[in-house]
């Protein structure tokens, strides 16, 4: 439990034994006092715990450039808005890959920061000026993949790490090596994978577009679109 929740929590007990004096005019000052401590500190807990912005699409687009698998380029448009806390910088978590990852960039420039931490990494990029509560704001991420895909199946996986209200996902595969049949999964809480609706394949070959849609995807629960090909 953190600080702030404690101090929530303090302030509720304290003030609310003491709201029905509020009625009292000869008693009301302290109590008064009280219950406006206690509200601005449910004010700030909200402030404190409240994101600095909502996701309205991600879209994340693994294309696979060659039959062997061994070239790819993953790339994540996302677009949000601003709530009220406003917006200074935006970090894209957790990138992690089978194979080796090279070229990341951000809006098509290296990422003004970068971190690398157990095996994923995380970039970021601070834009010119504060956004502001109600802007909405677009990015892309994008990098290579070398070696990520020379097996007989793949898989493409979105983690949910921050509300959104649709993910897209799409897997582009080369003419002459479509996938032949695919799926999609989700898993949330430690829980065992759940099965989604079948992923649309499509393309001049059935099967060089795979394809999946969710509306309001769970907030840290991981999407997995897997093919065989």
């Known amino acids: 439990m953190k600080w702030i929740d404690v101090l929530v929590i303090i302030g509720t007990v304290v003030a609310a034994p003491v709201a029905p004096l509020l009625f009292d005019s000869h008693q009301a000052v302290i109590p008064a006092t009280v219950i406006t401590i206690g509200i601005a500190m449910l004010v700030l807990r ?23 698998g061994r070239k790819a380029t993953l790339i994540r448009n996302l677009h949000g808005k601003v709530t009220l806390k406003g917006l200074t910088e935006f970090w894209c978590r957790n990138i992690a890959a089978d194979g080796t990852i090279v070229n990341i ?11 690398h931490e157990t095996g994923d990494i995380h970039v970021g990029k601070r834009f ?5 509560g109600g802007e909405k704001f677009s990015l892309q991420l994008s990098y290579e993949l070398v070696d990520s895909f020379i097996n007989r199946t793949g898989a493409l996986i979105h983690v949910v790490e ?19 049949s695919a ?3 989700l898993r949330s809480d430690g829980q065992s994978p759940k099965k989604l609706p079948d992923p649309l394949l499509s393309g001049l070959n059935a099967g060089e577009r795979v394809e999946i849609e969710i509306e309001n995807p769970k907030s840290g629960a991981e999407y997995c679109l897997e093919w065989s090909w």
């Open 46 to 68: 909200w402030w404190l715990h409240h994101p600095e912005f909502n996701l309205l699409l991600v879209e994340k687009v693994l294309t696979v450039s060659n039959a062997t």
């Open 105 to 115: 960039m951000i809006n098509d420039e290296p990422p003004q920061k970068t971190i």
């Open 128 to 132: 010119p000026r504060r956004l502001r």
């Open 162 to 180: 921050s509300k959104t209200e649709k993910l897209r996902m799409i897997v582009m595969l080369p003419r002459e090596r479509p996938a032949k």
């Open 183 to 185: 799926r999609a999964s």
